[in-house]
């Protein structure tokens, strides 16, 4: 069965530091995408990442790398230079290819530091 | 061109009352999913939909939820004589195709039952 984990329920980093949140997840199927989404306090859900399977690089978007680590099955989110508008939750999630459904993680409270 | 809409943004409903949440997907999108996101933890899928058609409805409680998405207007989550365990945030995302890779989320609609 699929499953998304989210081990740190709660992170501080100093602003402008780099900060990893961590994700493990579980599938059969070789084929499926990782994502990552930020949950800010007025509830939106906002994607910021995308990870397939097959890529061959890890992605980046800005601020934003994916740590992809297929044979850990990890996809950890890297934000480098933290800004206090990055103070969030964030939330990993998997969907296998060919499917719909999103699986999510508890996810990781953020909170950036002045 | 406009995101998901979701409505209400905050719905206060009373015990034994109904709850209804509206979903317009984003312009050219025929596919709608909706998501329940309970306090302190992820989002789980509850339904899938195409215009007329629920496709898969297997996260959806067996009792008093349903779905609808009509030929016309948007999308509704209606929920019958509401409970307190009802309260959550319920998420609506939209996609062109069944096979995207990733899909866009509205800001929700939070339910709080008193």
């Known amino acids: 069965a699929q499953k998304i984990t989210q081990t740190q329920p709660g992170m501080f980093v100093q602003e402008k530091e780099a900060v990893t949140l961590d994700c493990t997840y579980d599938?059969?199927?070789?084929?499926?995408?990782l994502f990552w989404y930020k949950q800010p306090s007025s509830g939106e859900m906002i994607f910021l990442i995308y990870q397939g399977s097959y890529d061959q690089q890890n992605a980046t978007e800005g601020r934003y790398s994916l740590n992809f680590q297929k044979a850990r099955k990890s996809a950890n989110l890297v934000i480098s230079a933290s800004q206090l508008g990055d103070s969030a939750m964030y939330f990993c999630a998997m969907r296998e290819v060919g499917t719909y459904k999103y699986i999510f993680g508890t996810g990781t409270r953020l909170k950036v530091l002045a | 061109n406009a995101g998901v809409m979701q409505n209400p943004r905050h719905l206060v409903r009373r015990r034994g009352q109904e709850a209804r949440l509206r979903c317009s997907p984003m312009k050219g999108h025929s596919h709608v999913y909706w998501y329940r996101q309970l306090p302190e933890e992820g989002l789980k899928f509850m339904v899938y939909l195409q215009k007329e058609n629920i496709i898969d409805e297997s996260g959806m409680p067996k009792e008093r939820f349903s779905a609808e998405f009509p030929k016309e207007g948007p999308s509704i989550l209606r929920i019958q004589q509401v409970v307190r365990g009802d309260s959550a945030a319920y998420f609506c995302?939209?996609?062109?195709?069944?096979?995207?890779?990733?899909?866009?989320f509205g800001s929700g609609t939070r339910l709080t039952v008193v």
């Open positions: 995302a939209s996609s062109p195709g069944q096979e995207t890779y990733g899909y866009t």
């Open positions: 599938t059969s199927d070789p084929s499926y995408g």
